[in-house]
């Protein structure tokens, strides 16, 4: 078993496909179905259901989830979106911050990063629309605690040369909200990290509504 994700399939099934279960956190059988359209009364669409455990996705959502065997590209590809998005809103020439960059995505994807490939990350026209793109690919299938690993990297990133910036704190939000990371999962990051709370107002969603946190900087040793 993976530290972030499971993996298995259903071999006792046969369905159409074979795609990410985000409740089983596992490589599943599909089959299609029709059920109502809650907003078409009176109309029907086509859904996959997990022939597992019931689950029901819509067709869009299969395409968008990549199975175990494309899940070591698809995370490298998020960390290296995140690592050059964060690194672009800061000081993108500081040694430190780079080095926490490549640590960022040499750590969370396994494989090596050149200099050369995040400076091409860095200037990426579209690298907010990546950032998005790729973390959602990854919001229903990773496990939590390789949510909160991500983020514990990305805040060791933005602290690595200084204080966080306003746009990092934009894009770290984003990226928290994107993956769906419930306030207590940040919380246990910035431990982890060694950041604190402090400085103006970071808002994060959890189970319960909103969380107001204050912005993260890295904690001075005493």
């Known amino acids: 078993m993976s ?16 795609f990410h279960c985000p409740t089983c956190f596992a490589d599943r059988r599909y089959g299609l179905t029709f059920v109502d359209d809650e907003q078409t009364p009176g109309v029907s669409r086509q859904v996959a259901e997990c022939l597992a455990c019931g689950t029901q996705v819509r067709l869009g959502a299969v395409d968008r989830s990549p199975t175990s065997d494309h899940f070591p590209t698809r995370m490298r590809a998020a960390a290296r979106a995140l690592a050059g998005a964060l690194l672009a809103a800061g000081d993108a020439a500081a040694a ?15 494989t090596e990063l050149s200099s050369a490939e995040l400076d091409d990350d860095i200037r990426a ?11 959602q690919l990854l919001a229903g299938i990773l496990r939590p605690e390789a949510k909160q690993y991500l983020l514990r990297f990305a805040l ?67």
């Open 3 to 18: 530290l972030w994700w499971e993996r298995g399939t259903d071999d006792t099934e046969i369905g159409v496909g074979v």
């Open 96 to 110: 430190p911050a780079r080095a926490a960059a490549i640590e960022l995505v040499e750590t969370f994807s396994g």
């Open 125 to 135: 026209h579209d690298r907010e629309v990546r950032l998005v793109g790729e973390l």
């Open 156 to 222: 060791l990133l933005t602290t690595a040369a200084g204080p966080m910036t306003h746009e990092q704190g934009r894009l770290f939000r984003l990226a928290a909200e994107v993956l769906a990371v419930p306030a207590e999962v940040i919380e246990r990051a910035a431990e982890l990290a060694g950041v604190e709370l402090a400085g103006g107002a970071l808002t994060l969603p959890t189970d319960g509504g909103r969380r107001r946190f204050r912005w993260l900087r890295r904690r001075r040793p005493h």
